[in-house]
């Protein structure tokens, strides 16, 4: 009689990336001499092996078509030595060997329409989040607002003038990915969920509505002879957290949804310990496909950190050095007793318990 065989397992997480770097990467892993850059944009980085690799970065809109994908590849192949790779905030990089390929792959990349830049002290490309693309509870097109946005700072990209690296993310809800950076633009629901009554019984499961609540504004009910929920609205803080679960929980307004901006997040551990972001601007319109009011704000703030910071200072170095009076006076923005505030008392304030929440 045969033996069972062992069921193999099919999930094996993400491939070892080993087998697609440049092959003097492989070569010098982790034994590194020392890295400089030689100009905006480009890294270069010298192994103990006497190996020299230059890298040259360029940012990318993200959301790309396969022709987009395809002309890159295509540089890679014409311009560089066909290996390439994404950082974490969308950039592509492009590895040689020889100094000698780095100006004709630059020309190439800027001819084609993808700037050159994003190393050091640059606004580097904006991390964010899926976006009407991908996502099914956005208030807002996180990407579209990062290609609005990086169009007005092409030359920061493109420049290491910052005192420091700027780090930018957008989200486009208020609860879910994104993250702490420098200045994050961020989805703010100002008024509570509409409830379509029909659809809850059939589309909802109540209790985890429920439970989902951070502030316990949401209640069983029955409305018009059928199952439903109620929402207490005094308590209610415009989350959002109760809509991905419930849909018919439309908190998404064209215009009650509006964008807000916070600053001073970090979450590096480098020079200063990581930083929680706090909210500088509130109520600004979700105004695709440009979103004007909110690249008026970012740029109002990058140019007071940019005019005022010392050397090195983050942003959240600069703000507590200067203090929050004198931000909002160098920005110019209004300030309101809703704004940085930190959430201290959340532990009393917020539903924390774990015998109703999951
Ligand atoms: S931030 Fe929210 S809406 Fe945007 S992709 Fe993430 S979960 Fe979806
Ligand atoms: S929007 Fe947030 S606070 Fe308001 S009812 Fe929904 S989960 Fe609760």
Redesign the pocket.
Known sequence: MSQPQMRRAIECGVPDNRQFLHPLLVKNYGNWKYHDRPRPGVLHHVGHSGDEVWTVRAGTQRQMDVYTIRKLCDIADRFAESHVRFTIRSNIEFMVSSFAKVAPLISELEASGFPVGGTGNSVSMIAHTQGWLHCDIPGTDASGVVKALMDDLYDEFRREEMPNRVHMSTSCCE?NCGGQADIAIIVQ?TK??KINHDLVANVCERPA?VA???????RPAMVNGKPSLE??EK?????????PPCPP?Q?NDPEYSKLAIWVGGKNSNARAKPTFMKMVAAGLPNNPPRWPEVSEVVKRILHAYKTDARAWERMSDWIERIGWPRFFEQTELPFTKYLIDDWRGARANLNASTHIRF
């Open positions: 609860i629901h509570p969920p509505v989902r609540c951070p502030v316990a504004a949401i929402i207490d308590k209610c803080m415009c989350c959002g957290a109760c809509y929980m908190i």
